[in-house]
């Protein structure tokens, strides 16, 4: 996915799909993204104008309004190489209970450890990466409802013991 950003007319900037299908800033703007995390690694996603009402708009601020916690969005034209190896750390530290903005610094960290070419640690490469928003880490709910079941079971279980003891007094 590509992200491009129209400088003269904000809401014409979008994504672009690799099927040449294109998702517009006021598309965005009108959508229910209500998630914890949106990690927008396209080029220019934190780019901005101003409107004529003095509004900033910009594809992350558009994941924000439309009731997405936090965003991953980039400042410049991030190359592609390099965004991949930061995601992929990036993924791990969040999937170890990191907070975003720590598996974020991490995966920069990492990248700069990792990376053998002089030229490549250049700010450029990495430092393109921002963290707007809430920064807690992202909690696995896809497993909640096995908790809920096995709490909702334990109390079932515990209420027949309690009745099975007050009939035996």
């Known amino acids: 996915m590509h992200a491009s950003v129209d400088k003269d007319k904000p809401g014409l900037s979008h994504f672009m799909f690799s099927n040449e299908e294109k998702l517009f800033l006021e598309e965005l703007y009108a959508l229910k993204i209500p998630t914890d995390l949106a990690v927008l690694s396209a080029c220019n996603t934190a780019v901005g104008n101003e409107d004529s009402s003095l509004n900033i708009n910009s594809l992350h601020r558009a994941f924000n309004y439309a009731g ?37 610094q991490k995966a920069k960290i990492d990248y700069l450890k990792n990376t053998k070419v002089e030229k490549l640690k250049h700010p450029y490469y990495w430092a393109g ?4 928003g809430d920064d807690s880490p992202v909690v696995d709910s896809s497993n909640s409802w096995i908790w809920f079941l ?20």
Do not use: C, H
């Open 68 to 104: 997405t916690k936090a965003t991953i969005a980039s400042l410049w034209e991030v190359p592609d190489e390099s965004t991949s190896q930061i995601m992929i750390s990036f993924y791990e530290y969040l999937k170890e209970g990191e907070n975003k903005y720590s598996a974020l």
């Open 150 to 169: 096995v709490g909702f079971a334990f109390i079932v279980v515990f209420m027949i013991l309690l009745q099975k003891n007050r009939k035996a007094k």
């Open 129 to 132: 990466f921002v963290l707007y």
